[in-house]
């Protein structure tokens, strides 16, 4: 959706005055359509750099009457272009240039890859890049807009700081450390004339024909092309990560054939798909994604797209298939929040796919989306089909809503076909190389409900040490090795007192020599892929859907053992002050030790190869041990 739209003209007309108009425009037109938007930050943002960038753009060289946007919606996502020139070139080829604003003063080298560390109006802190910005939204264009790939529309993009000095130059321009700037140029505030020359290697005039290039752009069908298509569907199947079995493989089929169906049928489709931890549940999620988007049997392209509620995963997927040849803005548009369909319209979507279905909440903060908005509610409506993949084990918090008893009542109120299928059931346990036999160890230590023989002739790794400073050695001696990787995970009964204090240890075993912190958070990157993370501790909202080498998992006092009744005992009131989203320490005490159970359950699947486990309480720690004896 575009807000503002007009020629150069008149755009420079408009932003006249010591108190520009321009930015009353905007905001009215932010009303005009029912749109949340215009904001005082935003309207300062308006009236300080629009100005700026028509003065810029004061050029008898530039035809008056090539076209203007400002702030023009990325289809389906929160995010909005500041600034598009549109036209055409010498060869009358219709071009788009993507421009990203900033008001930056003030700059320094950032320790993040593609960021900048600058003093923002929300506080001192590493940023994107505006370039690496504009570059991305440039690429979402043309990946996923039909007109701009059906039509070859070609897409530049630069960034304008019009306040930046030129001396700060060596920052926003050094090629070597962002080799991106040598597609999309950062102009900083002397810099009008480069400005200048690099519009017009794009655009010398405006669009001649009855609809210009900008409204075809915001009337279009947005779909994947098939080069990203090809490009997404190549990285997943070169991707050792998602390489799949044959039961896994009966279900991505039957996945893409009852999506295909129903939209064939222009019929409403919910699948349900069941399985435990580390059956491959993701792995079915992203392959039948690919599939969608890229279909082999002769069917259209799908406007697809995988969500979780839960941001790792998210990120860890995305970072997995970034690839040279698509940016991680691109990539990452397939990988959402279930934020994203709150102001989608209705059926805007083939097919959702949503991954962790048990961590879905019925509404969230931040975002735009307040207590009041169903989220699921929304999710219904913004697609034809939905696929949810669910393991009701794994619910790990009091706001984790979604059961399959809740996807069905949303789906009758939708007259959405519910499909359950045993090709959808994923029994087999595909991350564990110690198979069902250590599921079934884990599921009787946790005392679900469990047939459980011998984890003796299991060619698995799973260790009980009687230490900490123990199972310390045992992970550093791993990690030393350069061959295998270990990541700490814990029960969340630490305070998170290095989160305000990075001097402070969360995890103290003075005894033992031991001080440990919880995983740095990290804006660029899943955390779990960073070797900075390594002697770091990850808790069950931060590892829930990844995998990892070896686990070494620390069961916190929230879980101890009665040896006098032979039975676990749960301990609420140990759960960290800091866990303010499991909110386990204010609900029954039922919910609790369920929502215990499952966190342990979810920390002790982690690892691939082995687990080791360190227990706070001396009778839990005898416990393990003597079933891991049987």
């Not at 939204?137 to 007109?147: C, G, P, T, V």
């Not at 859907?545 to 040896?563: C, F, M, R, S």
């Not at 749960?570 to 609790?592: L, P, V």
């Amino acid at each position: 959706m575009i807000i503002y739209s007009n020629t150069l003209e008149n755009f420079r007309n408009d932003c006249i005055g010591t108190v520009p108009p321009i930015g009353m425009i905007l905001r009215n037109r932010f009303e005009e359509k029912h749109i949340s938007g215009g904001q005082d930050r935003e309207y300062k943002s308006w009236i300080n750099s629009l100005p700026e960038l028509a003065k810029a753009l004061d050029d008898s060289s530039l035809d008056p009457n090539i076209g203007v946007g400002v702030e023009y919606k990325l289809i389906d996502t929160k995010q909005r272009i500041d600034f598009l020139l549109y036209g055409l070139d010498e060869c009358n080829k219709e071009n788009v240039i993507v421009i990203e604003l900033k008001q930056w003063s003030e700059a320094r080298r950032s320790n993040l890859q593609d960021c900048v560390y600058t003093f923002g109006g929300r506080g001192d802190d590493d940023y994107w890049h505006p370039s690496y910005q504009a570059f991305n939204y440039a690429n979402i264009m043309k990946y996923f807009n039909q007109y701009v790939y059906d039509n070859k529309v070609n897409i530049s993009a630069c960034s304008f700081l019009h306040n930046m000095p030129e001396y700060y130059d060596s920052i926003f321009e050094d090629t070597k450390i962002f080799p991106l700037v040598i597609e999309a140029p950062a102009f900083l505030k002397d810099d009008k004339q480069r400005l200048i020359e690099f519009i017009k290697k794009f655009i010398r005039k405006p669009c001649l024909k009855g609809k210009d290039t900008l409204y075809e752009i915001d009337q279009s069908n947005i779909v994947p092309s098939k080069e990203f298509a090809n490009m997404v569907y190549d990285a997943i199947k070169g991707e050792p990560f998602f390489t799949y079995d044959r039961e896994q493989a009966f279900s991505v089929s039957k996945i893409v054939s009852e999506v295909n169906e129903a939209l064939a049928k222009n019929e409403r489709r919910t699948l349900i798909v069941r399985g435990g931890p580390g059956s491959g549940k993701s792995i079915v999620a992203i392959n039948a994604l690919g599939q969608l988007m890229n279909p082999k049997d002769g069917s259209r392209r799908k406007n697809a797209c995988y969500v979780t509620a839960t941001f790792t995963p998210r990120t860890y997927y995305s970072e997995i298939l970034t690839g040279q040849d698509f940016t991680k803005k691109a990539i990452a548009e397939l990988f959402k929040s279930p934020a994203v369909c709150v102001k989608a319209p209705a059926n805007s979507f083939d097919c959702i796919i949503v991954d962790e279905a048990h961590r879905m909440f019925s509404w969230k903060y931040g975002m735009g989306v307040g207590r009041d908005v169903d989220i699921i509610d929304k999710l219904f409506n913004a697609s034809r089909v939905n696929v949810f993949f669910i393991d009701e084990d794994q619910m790990i918090t009091t706001t984790d809503f979604l059961s399959i008893s809740k996807i069905k009542e949303y789906a009758a109120k939708y007259g959405s076909k519910v499909i359950e299928d045993d090709r959808m059931i994923l029994s087999s346990q595909f991350r564990c190389v110690g198979g069902e036999q250590y599921i079934e160890f884990i599921n009787n230590l946790l005392e679900f409900p469990n047939e459980f023989n011998s984890i003796k002739k299991i060619h698995y790794q799973v260790k009980c040490f009687d230490s900490i400073g123990d199972m310390m050695r045992e992970v550093n001696k791993i990690n030393s090795s350069g061959t295998h990787e270990v990541r700490l995970m814990a029960g969340y009964t630490h305070e998170w007192v290095s989160k305000t204090n990075p001097n402070l240890y969360d995890f103290s075993y003075p005894q033992e020599n031991v001080y440990l912190r919880w995983n740095i958070r990290k804006t660029d990157r899943a955390a779990v892929l960073d070797k900075d993370q390594i002697n770091n501790v990850f808790c069950v909202h931060t590892i829930q859907g990844l995998e990892v080498e070896y686990a070494a998992v620390i069961i916190g006092k929230d879980l101890a053992y009665d040896e006098e009744k032979g039975c676990l005992v749960f301990h609420k009131e140990q759960i960290a002050k800091s866990d303010r989203a499991s909110g386990i320490r204010t609900t029954d005490d039922e919910t609790a030790k369920k929502l215990i159970r499952n966190s342990y359950k979810v920390l002790l699947t982690r690892g691939v190869k082995g687990t080791f486990i360190y227990a706070e309480d001396p009778a839990l720690r005898k416990h393990i041990k003597d079933l891991m004896k049987m």
